[in-house]
């Protein structure tokens, strides 16, 4: 759930949505109904996404390394 916020987080700001007028409730829930989860206090979650320590972003730097080597690896076949 925290990832999935924090990727709901990340294409908001990004203004992926509705050229970016788009509500954060409104695709939070959106992402709910498509991936059958209650996010539950996204807003809360998001508070303690912001409040940590080391790597406020771990999700997002993780799939972005994660694309970053399938491409190397795809590139040296």
């Known amino acids: ?3 999935l916020i924090e990727l709901i987080y990340a294409l908001h700001a990004q ?3 509705e050229n970016g ?3 954060i409730k409104l695709i ?9 989860i209650d996010l539950g206090d ?3 979650t998001y508070l ?4 940590r320590k ?6 997002l730097d993780t799939i ?8 190397d690896e795809q590139d040296e076949r």
């Open 15 to 17: 203004g992926v949505f």
């Open 42 to 44: 996204f807003y809360r």
């Open 1 to 3: 759930k925290t990832a």
């Open 28 to 36: 939070a829930k959106s992402f709910e109904s498509f991936c059958n």
């Open 48 to 51: 303690e996404l912001k409040n």
């Open 64 to 71: 972005h390394e994660s694309l970053l080597k399938k491409m």
């Open 21 to 23: 007028n788009a509500d």
């Open 54 to 59: 080391l790597n406020r972003t771990k999700f």
